[in-house]
């Protein structure tokens, strides 16, 4: 049976920093659910009740517009390999832009990336753990770094360019609040 928190707790970090990739949901009225699968050195737990995620640049941008209409978000862990586990954080969210004035301090707090898109702090206000009876064993084999290299290849202008193209609004044509400039 699954088990409610208020709070993130320790062997919630563990369980956590143990994962390779997790799964970010978000949605606003009138709009597709968004559903995304996270991976490399991309997420930071700030304190009991707060986490950040780099979100780098992908072929939509979703999630910052529905945060700026709706701000829920939930994001999930699951063991993949060991005891089964699945991990759910809910809260209200925040895309921080990069021509904020913080951004740099955000920045800072994840390895260098060309496509940093933005930092998504979220707090949490329910964290649940369930039985993951049902999900599959796999065997890590490694990051792509297919990312890393399409965005070097593209480099800071070309990332930008690719913003106005491609991530200044959602599927359903809300805006992303994207510098594209």
Known sequence: ??????????????FINAQRMFFVATSA???RINLSPKGLDSLRILDS???VWLNLTGSGNETAAHLAEDGRMTIMFCAFEGDPKILRLYGKARAIQADATDWQQWLALFPPQIGARQVIEMKVDLVQTSCGFGVPLYDFVGHRDLLDKWAEKKGAEGIRQYWHERNATTLDGKPTGIPTN
């Open 29 to 31: 009225a009138g709009c």
């Open 1 to 14: 049976m699954g088990k409610q928190y208020q709070s993130i707790g320790d062997d919630h970090v563990a």
């Open 49 to 51: 009740n707060r986490v």
